[in-house]
């Protein structure tokens, strides 16, 4: 009987005992609150370094955040003096790219 029990409420389980140990890092302030995420605190940071609650605000809030294609380092969208697009610039198959990244593939803008 409790293997049917747990087959049948294992995922309960499982986001309680996940969102108890997010609320619990919360209240020791080492994971952010989404509620005090902000465009700022992500630029120039790699999308690899983001906490699960980071990488969902990039994803899925309305922000003007992007990454390159490349090393995927986070700028802001319209920041063209540090990201470049493939509709103005040759980006060699990127589609969009940091200016460190730029250079290093050679882009040139279109004439």
């Avoid at 986001?15 to 120039?44: K, V």
């Avoid at 493939?86 to 980006?91: F, I, K, R, Y």
Wanted: aromatic share 10%; hydrophobic share 25%; with cysteine.
């Amino acid at each position: 009987m409790s293997d049917s029990f747990m087959h049948n409420h294992q995922a309960a389980l499982d986001t309680q005992r996940e969102d108890n140990s997010i609320q619990g890092l919360q209240d020791a302030g080492i994971y952010p609150d989404p509620s005090e995420i902000y465009e700022d605190d992500l630029i120039d940071r790699y999308v690899k370094d983001l906490t699960p609650i980071e990488l969902d605000f990039l994803e899925n809030e309305d922000n003007e955040l992007n990454t390159c294609s490349k090393c995927e380092i986070i700028k802001n969208t319209w920041d063209t003096d540090e990201f470049k697009w493939d509709c103005d610039h040759d980006l060699k198959g990127y589609t969009a790219l940091c200016c460190d990244c730029y250079e290093k593939i050679g882009g040139e803008p279109y004439v």
